[in-house]
């Protein structure tokens, strides 16, 4: 059995933002990473996909972008490849190809089994990130057998999906992606829509991340939120890298995808769905112009020189049918961009909550020396994105560092 300070598990961005810090500060580790860094990004990723925000937002601790192309959007391959430097850059202790099997607390120490071998830590950073593993619902098994069914992590692009019409379940920033680059492929394609952000790509001559940025927007803290269960559950913003263009349901409704309401059910042949698109639409618009209005209010209140407002246009979607006939409509692939869920089969009993969720306060949990790094809103709304994770990635490297260095003393 081999003893540690400690363990990352993840070599994802938060993963290697723990273990730059960890380095900076001297502090013995090891990043255990299932794959290879940035592979994520590569394997699990659609041939077109880019990050959503621009490169100006690509920061990590000792790395920020510094190249000709602030504005742009970088591909995901493109992103691999910069973790992968990033790992060189600082020589990040990762371990590649080793799977984390279970983790137990014993003797004020937590044990780690992988299929490398047990190690003893005194910390163990969980960095496997929010969006682990995709979710399907268990509705999914119900459709026909002649239905191609998969998860975003299985599409490469229009081609590899079998001919005819797809359903696309979800309509975040995922969901609508894939429903306008599938219909500009000429396909038939049906958005079921659920919750959603609606936002424009730029407004008043700026990316809407950088009126996001400057006005705090996404330094909002946990605490501060009115109600921060329903803040963990916020979707994605309905927003597209690589061009810049906005692609929301009325975009994608004037090029014909036809839209229904929230995914409820399947019978074989068969998908059903709720009636509340037009209250979930109209809901998003209004979220969208409070959105508008507080960037307007910062505009006047510091005088800036900018373009003059351009408001999206209200949005009514046409009535929508209850159900589809998926067969007999030639609808031949479901596309399930409904979430993530996390895999945490591998933890201790008691450090998940009643839906299988991490307990933690600002990524550190119950368990002593077991934090995280990368979940949604961890102490702020940008706790999640890239951009985010380094000052999240400090505080849990400090707690480590200092717990690590009070047993040497104890």
């Given at each position: ?67 000709p ?15 992968r ?30 299929t ?7 910390n163990?950073?969980i ?6 593993v995709?979710?399907?619902p ?19 692009n ?79 913003m ?5 061009e810049?263009?906005?692609i ?7 090029h ?26 109209a809901?998003?618009?209004r ?35 209850a159900s ?80 690590a ?6």
């Amino acid at each position: 059995m081999r003893h540690i300070d400690t363990v990352i598990i993840g070599a994802g961005q938060a993963g290697l933002a723990a273990s730059h810090e960890l380095t900076r500060r001297g502090h013995e580790h090891v990043v255990l990473e299932r794959s290879a860094v940035g592979e994520r990004w590569l394997g699990r990723r659609w041939d077109s996909q880019t990050l959503l925000t621009p490169n100006w937002m690509t920061r990590l601790p000792g790395h920020r972008y510094a190249g000709p192309h602030p504005d742009r959007f970088m591909s995901t391959a493109e992103f691999a490849t910069l973790l992968r430097d990033y790992a060189r850059g600082f020589a990040a202790p990762v371990e590649s190809g080793v799977t984390v099997e279970a983790l137990r607390f014993r003797g004020g120490w937590l044990e780690v089994s992988s299929t490398s071998g047990l190690r003893r830590a005194r910390n163990v950073i969980i960095a496997t990130g929010w969006c682990d593993v995709p979710a399907r619902p268990a509705e999914a098994t119900r459709l026909h057998p002649s239905i191609h069914s998969i998860t975003p992590d299985r599409y490469r692009n229009p081609a590899s999906l079998p001919a005819g019409g797809v359903l696309v379940v979800g309509a975040s920033a995922t969901g609508v992606q894939l429903a306008d680059e599938l219909r500009r492929a000429g396909r038939r394609v049906v958005l079921a829509v659920g919750g959603h952000l609606r936002l424009p790509r730029r407004y008043r001559g700026a990316d809407i991340m950088e009126w996001l940025d400057l006005m705090g927007s996404l330094d909002r803290r946990i605490d501060d939120m009115p109600d921060p269960v329903a803040a963990l559950r916020e979707p994605s913003m309905q927003l597209v890298g690589g061009e810049l263009r906005t692609i929301d349901l009325p975009s994608l409704a004037a090029h014909g995808v036809e839209l229904v309401g929230r995914f409820v059910g399947a019978d074989g042949r068969a998908a059903h769905f709720d009636a509340g698109l037009r209250d979930r639409v109209a809901a998003a618009d209004r979220r969208m112009h409070r959105t508008l209005d507080r960037i307007d209010r910062v505009i006047d209140r510091d005088r800036l020189d900018v373009a003059a407002a351009s408001r999206p246009v209200p949005f009514i979607p046409p009535e929508a049918p209850a159900s589809v006939d998926l067969v007999g409509g030639g609808i031949r692939t479901v596309i399930w961009a409904s979430g993530y869920r996390r895999d945490y089969r591998w933890l201790p009993p008691g450090v998940l909550d009643a839906h299988g969720e991490l307990r933690h306060r600002y990524g550190v949990t119950e368990l002593p020396g077991l934090m995280a790094l990368g979940l949604r809103f961890q102490r702020t709304r940008r706790s999640s994105l890239i951009d985010g994770v380094g000052a999240d990635a400090a505080m849990v490297a400090e707690l480590a560092h200092a717990r690590a260095s009070a047993s040497l003393t104890a």
